[in-house]
């Protein structure tokens, strides 16, 4: 009696629907790490620095960068060390005499803070130089794990959506 085997062949995956779904879970995930973190620690400022969401599927992995290169942020999230202050256009500084920290150092967040107290005339200081806020670092270890998790997700969604796991 003969024996007849025929193979199974999955269909092919829709690499485009797969790809679509990913980028549009780094998109949203890129989004909420900027208006929710990067916002709530610039909420408060009268600066604000250009956060950017870049997202990418080449290389070894799907990848998320969230952040900015602007000056100002980087020496509130990297700290200052203590530096001389001189009037460049006028003879003397003015400025308050107290400042109140609108961040802190690992918090996601700031309130309403800036420059307190009576007007102060100097030629010149050295200012103590900030502490670093570390934000970067914070929100790295917020969204770590959430990160994962929303790829994870996606992950399923892409693979059903590509035509595999039903």
């Not at 193979?7 to 629907?17: M, W």
């Not at 995930?29 to 916002?39: P, R």
């Not at 998320?64 to 203590?82: F, H, K, M, P, S």
């Not at 900030?130 to 990160?147: N, Q």
């Amino acid at each position: 009696m003969p024996l007849f085997a025929k193979g199974i062949k999955p269909a092919r995956l829709q690499d485009k629907a797969f790809s679509q779904t990913i980028l549009d879970a780094l998109e949203k995930a890129g989004k909420t790490i900027k208006d929710e973190d990067y916002g709530a620690i610039t909420k408060t400022w009268k600066h604000k620095p250009k956060i950017e969401v870049v997202v990418d599927l080449a290389g070894p992995g799907p990848t998320l960068l969230v952040g900015t290169d602007d000056e100002i942020y980087g020496y509130v999230d990297e700290g200052t060390r203590a530096h001389v202050i001189v009037p460049r256009r006028a003879k003397v500084l003015k400025f308050k005499s107290g400042y109140v920290a609108k961040t802190a150092p690992g918090v996601i967040g700031s309130t309403s803070g800036g420059p307190t107290g009576g007007d102060v005339y100097s030629a010149g200081v050295i200012h103590p130089g900030t502490k670093a806020r570390e934000f970067e670092k914070t929100i790295k270890e917020k969204r770590e794990s959430w990160f994962k998790k929303q790829m994870e997700a996606a992950m399923r969604e892409a693979a059903k959506k590509s035509g595999y796991g039903g």
